[in-house]
């Protein structure tokens, strides 16, 4: 079936430094895909969205990048913060269907 | 002040007992969600409605329960079926693209 799963569970980042978070989906139908941020014992919290026919999309210090052809998308963080230091989730969505989510990668940010 | 409200934040369920989450949104949004979350994991999908008086069963169901009689509220009832219940509820809104959560509710197991 399909599936949104991330490459790492863990990423340890310098402050200062970009961060990279991956992310590959299995279905070749998915339209939609969304970056949540859950710091611990709070919701997830929107970050950025992209639709299928962007390849990039840019907001405050995160990019999104999609990349159709392996049917991956990653979430940049430019200049890394204590306070970026939280789980990333990726989600898939499809018209009304609901989201299908990764299990999240944690980031720890090393001041 | 718009947005999605979960109450209690804490709640603790005794042996056999059925306990009740609400949740609340002012967005106008017409689909609602609940998910469950365990320790380092992801959000699985309990139950969601897309319209009032109408829900379906996500992938983990059993020993849940909702109901969807108003668009602004969607509470979800953990039945004494639900065996292990200890867990992170998530409630989310949507108007058919990214979902918005609420804080969560802690469900505890005395």
């Known amino acids: 079936g399909e599936s949104v799963g991330l490459h790492l569970p863990t990423l340890s980042v310098q402050e200062g430094d970009n961060s990279i978070i991956n992310c590959a989906y299995s279905?070749?139908?998915?339209?939609?895909f969304i970056w949540y941020k859950q710091e611990s014992g709070k919701g997830p919290q929107f970050i950025i969205d992209i639709r299928s026919n962007m390849d990039k999309r840019q907001g405050q210090r995160v990019t999104v990048l999609l990349n159709k052809t392996v049917k991956h998308l990653s979430l940049q963080i430019a200049a890394t913060q204590p306070g970026d230091s939280a789980v990333y989730f990726c989600a898939d969505g499809r018209g009304n269907t609901p989201l299908v989510f990764g299990k999240g990668t944690r980031l720890s940010v090393i001041a | 002040d718009g947005g999605i409200t979960q109450s209690p934040k804490y709640l603790f369920r005794k042996e056999g007992q059925n306990v009740t989450l609400s949740c609340e949104q002012n967005l106008n949004h017409d689909a609602m969600y609940w998910y469950r979350q365990d320790p380092g994991q992801g959000l699985r999908l309990i139950y969601y409605s897309q319209i009032v008086n109408d829900f379906q069963k996500g992938d983990i169901a059993e020993g849940y329960s909702v109901s969807r009689e108003k668009k602004e509220s969607f509470p979800l009832t953990v039945t004494s079926a639900q065996k292990n219940p200890t867990a992170f509820y998530l409630c989310?809104?949507?108007?058919?693209?990214?979902?918005?959560f609420g804080p969560g509710t802690r469900l505890l197991v005395l």
């Open positions: 989310a809104s949507s108007n058919n693209e990214a979902q918005y």
């Open positions: 279905n070749s139908a998915s339209d939609y």
